[in-house]
Nanobody, 115 residues
Framework: QVQVVESGGGLAPPGGSLRLSCRAA????????MAWYRQAPGLQRDMVAQ???????TYADSVKGRFTISRDNAKYTAYLQLDSLKPEDTAVYYC?????????WGQGTQVTVSS
């Protein structure tokens, strides 16, 4: 099981930006599917964006055109660029690392969008 560490959350105003990072140091990193999920209080955890080993990306409809997922295999890190933030983006954001049937979660990072 790989250790997954997220960073980069915080407070941003509506219309602002944040960049989240997810590091998963492993010699198999280039084979991982990396995904970001989020969970607001009282709601289920939903997928926000995903990038495969071949760099195919998928986004939730609610974030298309505003969020961008990317990866840097040399740094064992995936990123989620959050632009044009809305109050409804407020949630704990979790990184999920998947390789075939195995997966690991990070501890989560809080994103709060408020003026």
């Amino acid at each position: 099981q790989v250790q997954v560490v997220e960073s980069g959350g915080g407070l941003a105003p509506p219309g602002g930006s944040l960049r989240l990072s997810c590091r998963a140091a492993s010699p198999y990193f280039n084979m991982f599917t990396m995904a970001w999920y989020r969970q607001a209080p009282g709601l289920q955890r939903d997928m926000v964006a995903q990038i495969t080993a071949r760099r195919t990306t998928t986004y939730a409809d609610s974030v298309k055109g505003r969020f961008t997922i990317s990866r840097d295999n040399a740094k064992y890190t995936a990123y989620l660029q959050l632009d044009s933030l809305k109050p409804e983006d407020t949630a704990v954001y979790y990184c999920k690392v998947t390789l075939r049937e195995s997966y690991s979660w990070g501890q989560g990072t809080q994103v709060t969008v408020s003026s």
